[in-house]
């Protein structure tokens, strides 16, 4: 009676790790998103120089595109090739965390840049319940971003 408990223990412990492992091999993680462009040079200077993201090699060097780091092993891939800005709907947004909203808004401020808060209010930051201060504004392609100071 014991050893048949030891051995059915034992065979669920292995098939719970079985499980687990499979599980991990078709677990998906972010690779990258891409944003299709119609000035690759200007959308290439606005998040390298407005978002502050680092450039990082791409295999194509052909000119249309740029990549850039957005975290541990995610890109953001710059595409050129659209043919025109298109209007996109603020629910569909990237979002980059700061250590200080307001000191990026200077960064925006010294370029120009409007942004506002998610009720659409002009040059205002929406102060979310847990703390949590956000502004939002767009790409030269019309692509909404979100900046925020979460430390997560």
């Excluded at 009676?1 to 499979?22: D, E």
């Excluded at 659209?82 to 000191?103: M, R």
């Excluded at 319940?129 to 767009?138: A, M, R, W």
Aim: charged share 20%; hydrophobic share 40%.
């Amino acid at each position: 009676m014991k050893r048949s408990f030891v051995v059915t223990t034992a065979i669920c412990i292995m098939l719970s790790f079985t499980v687990r492992a499979q599980s991990s091999k078709t677990k998906a993680v972010i690779n990258h998103i891409a944003v299709y462009v119609v000035d690759l040079k200007k959308s290439t200077g606005f998040y390298r120089d407005i978002i502050g993201l680092d450039t990082i090699p791409e295999p194509f060097h052909d000119g249309r595109h740029t990549w850039f780091a957005i975290g541990t092993n995610a890109h953001l891939h710059v595409i050129s090739g659209a043919s025109a800005v298109t209007i996109h709907d603020k629910n569909s947004h990237l979002c980059f965390s700061v250590p200080s909203v307001p000191e990026f808004i200077k960064i925006l401020d010294q370029n120009h840049i409007a942004y506002e808060n998610w009720l659409g209010e002009k040059q205002a930051v929406t102060n979310r319940v847990d703390g949590v201060k956000q502004i939002y504004f767009t790409d030269p392609d019309g692509y909404w971003i979100e900046i925020n100071d979460a430390k997560k």
